[in-house]
């Protein structure tokens, strides 16, 4: 029984040692093939217009509400120390280091990973990739670089506009409902926030985030099964591996930026 129980577990170690070197290998070959995209252009703008623009309503939306909840939690916990006129910069640290970069990636998991998991699935299942690979053209310098590329570039600029609505959305409830001044929230906000401790952190975190969300969508619809269920199960890991692994570097990059 014990024997059984660590053949087994060595199996599965093995196994997901395998897929982790795979994957690596792979990773390696679509970020060589991202300067070569100078000349497809093209393909990186198309790709930003998908997982960019389609996903900003819904990043300045959230962004908007997850302001006003800040500003609301933000005033009472400070309101019971005297210190409600600091509620600009709670809102603005905890959007800008945090919140922002980490809530933008798990939207962004669940909306462009989702889809761009389904779409090279669906490519994987009509043998469009299969097609390109008798036609000496490689699926990975094709296919997922110029998607890679506008993951990586979209991520900080949805960030940005999360942490803005965010601010705005507290501002909203600060100064218009609850009646904080307009002076103190912004020039508090203005005094202690860090452009290069902070800002800088949240830019870098969101960079980080780009590149793990948007290459594990692509390598679960490259490896999907083609079936609609291996499709369908490919995406369901898309948002489960993504959003863990989103979690798990935000504390990495935590520990190591503001130690």
């Known amino acids: 029984m014990i024997l059984r129980a660590f053949r087994y577990l060595g199996q599965h170690t093995l196994r997901y040692l395998a897929v982790l070197g795979y994957a690596s290998r792979m990773f390696g070959i679509v970020l060589c093939a991202i300067p070569r995209l100078g000349r497809r252009l093209r393909l990186v703008m198309d790709q930003l217009y998908f997982v960019g623009n389609h996903s900003l309503l819904i990043i300045a939306v959230s962004g908007l509400f997850v302001g006003f909840v800040l500003g609301l939690q933000g005033y009472y916990t400070l309101n019971k120390y005297g210190s409600e006129q600091a509620l600009g910069l709670l809102v603005a640290l905890s959007l800008v280091r945090e919140l922002g970069p980490v809530v933008t990636a798990l939207l962004f998991a669940g909306r ?5 998991t389904a779409e090279i699935g669906l490519m994987r299942a009509g043998e469009q990739l299969a097609a ?4 000496a053209v ?4 094709r296919i997922l670089a110029p998607r890679l590329c506008a993951g990586i570039i979209a991520m900080p600029l949805l960030a940005a506009v999360f942490s803005a609505a965010g601010i705005f959305g507290g501002y909203l409830v600060g100064v218009g409902l609850i009646g904080v001044d307009t002076g ?3 020039s508090q906000m203005q005094a202690g926030i860090d452009v290069t ?3 800088g952190n949240g830019v870098l975190k969101s960079v980080v985030f780009g590149v793990a969300v948007t ?3 692509l390598f679960q619809g490259y490896e999907a099964k083609p079936t609609p269920e291996g499709v369908a199960r490919a995406t369901t890991r898309t948002v489960v591996l993504a959003s863990l692994t989103v979690l798990g570097l935000d504390f990495l990059l935590t520990a190591l930026m503001f130690h």
């Open 215 to 217: 290459f594990i969508a």
């Open 132 to 135: 390109m690979e008798m036609m």
């Open 138 to 141: 490689n699926p990975l310098s």
């Open 112 to 116: 462009a990973g989702t889809s761009l």
């Open 184 to 186: 103190a929230f912004w």
């Open 197 to 199: 401790g902070d800002v």
